[in-house]
């Protein structure tokens, strides 16, 4: 594993310090308010006016994010800078290291994140189950994952792709081709279909000094490719939490990882965990932890790429986060009257259909 | 009381619009937070470069408050203007309100609150206590005040001051005539010694279809004229509750009332509340809310100026809350380290005696 270039010396930043953040979306934002809280500024680099973190941020810089010029005022503004999606380009973190200014998390974590062949390969390599896949650079190739994988299995773009983006559901041959045609031939992935029974997942978080810690994990449902709803502390036994946080320590440890990381997981009908996906950002799922937690996932993170000690994760509350998608923002009043529903919105302009545009969590008893 | 001229037609706001605050300090960078979390953006009129409040604004105007082109510019980009101190000149909100931009709270709220001798004399006219006093405006109503309310007094001026600043104990004419000399003999208040046995106060809010509600008293020690800590809810009995919010409710409704207050109180040896001071805006000793509620004071505060129901007002912990004053704020780093502890620093550059440069609050279990 690669060592850090930056060494410790300029952490813990202290109050007052600036944080970078590349991306201007929901996630920015919240990680800006709970920046604010701790006595940080932000900075945020977004090629998007009037983003949803801009307008809680102290500056902005509006450019392309490999804008050389952006990219020199961030690094002489910032003492670390970190990112609100995983899809960075190499390049980017590679010329703010130039610049000298540390990121977190560092280029390994975003390179195993950014490739779902090098992603899954390096799960198996720890020990780790993820589903079977093969990778694809042909249509002869899907023929013969089929093959081996058995159909119906699932074709997806081995980089980018979010939300059911990129990906496709193929059963014969024909439909792998049409599907390969589609996604423009680029280098893909197939995923055997998994006998799930639910997805649940954690959300963890590694501090500078290596300590790790996980709240407790999240039951999910997905609706159309996009995260629906998150139930968490999940009804899971003592095995099943202690697998997914070992999946996740060693996960942290390997990727020498900083800051906060969702892992999405298979739970099969004997109850072992496969890997679904790992994000090393902050994480829908992870929302409910802002309502029902005293620290939540966002001031973990900037806790843990400030160089601070990472705070509690044990919820106070029971909690049921629904995300809002699209046109389902407009029930806005009648939740802002539900006395028990504790409500978020991003502050997009446009409700467009399946556009994650707030999510309201709701609270009840620990059982 | 005065009717609105603005009558109900904007209210609710919808997600997306944009409320104004008067003034850039630790109370309008968390109302700015509270906004955004439900999807407002917020801009910041305030004569401070760099004000805590800015840095998580979605636009500041950085202008003296009574400078037209800024007033201007805040009537025309906002649906309401709010403030985070009571001491706006009446002609600003004059000015506001001639261009057609609603205030929260109102002007009568901000006359009464400007004026020690008008806020004492509006709550006697409500029935509700408050300590003796008399209005100054020479030396010679000192020595008539002290003969009346006893010595030692509380010379105050009637305007302005907070924190104990522009206030002195006098005991005798000769030093009742320095201090008023040393005050520049503007208007003043001579206020009776009260033997108090423990300083509360209640937060209070409105909402703009006249509901009230109030979270739980808290008790409050001050250290040299400045709030030091705040425990809520305070151990007090039922009588003393009902009657602190009886006297919130009454104040808020014949001020016509909207947004939140802060009301503190003086206990007696025998139970009884006085009046002590009104203050018509998020309050300090509310600060324990953020970590103990639901809905905070801040988000109590932006649904009752937008026009939205108010939030549940019950703790789901007991908190206390200390100040960290001056240079107190150089402890966050042990703070931070300690798991307990939920801390708020306000983004101030610099840690001048006896300013308030962040909270800390530590939750138990209600008893």
Redesign the interface.
Known sequence: MTSSPFPLAPF?L???ATIGILGGGQLG?ML??AA???????VVLTPEADAPA?????HTLLAPYDDPVALAELAQRCAVVTFEFENVPAEVVAALHGLGVPTAPGDLALATAQDRVIEKTFFRDQGIATVDFVAIDSADDIRDGLDRLGAPALLKTRREGYDGKGQAWVATPDEARAAFDRLDRVPMILEARAPFVRELSVIAVRARDGTVAAYPLAENTHKGGVLHISVAPAEVDARTQDRAKAIARTTLARLDYVGVAGIELFQLANGDLLVNEFAPRVHNSGHWTL?AC??DQFEQHI?AIAG??L??TEP??HARMENLLGGQ?ED??AL??E??A??????K?EAMPGRKM?HVTR?SRLG
């Open positions: 813990p202290e109050p007052g934002r800006a308010m604010a809280r701790l006595g940080f500024d932000i801009s307008r809680v941020a102290a309502d005293e620290v806790r601070w000690p705070g509690p106070f509350a923002v806005w009043a802002a009257a006395p028990g504790r409500l978020w919105l991003y502050g302009r707030g609270l």
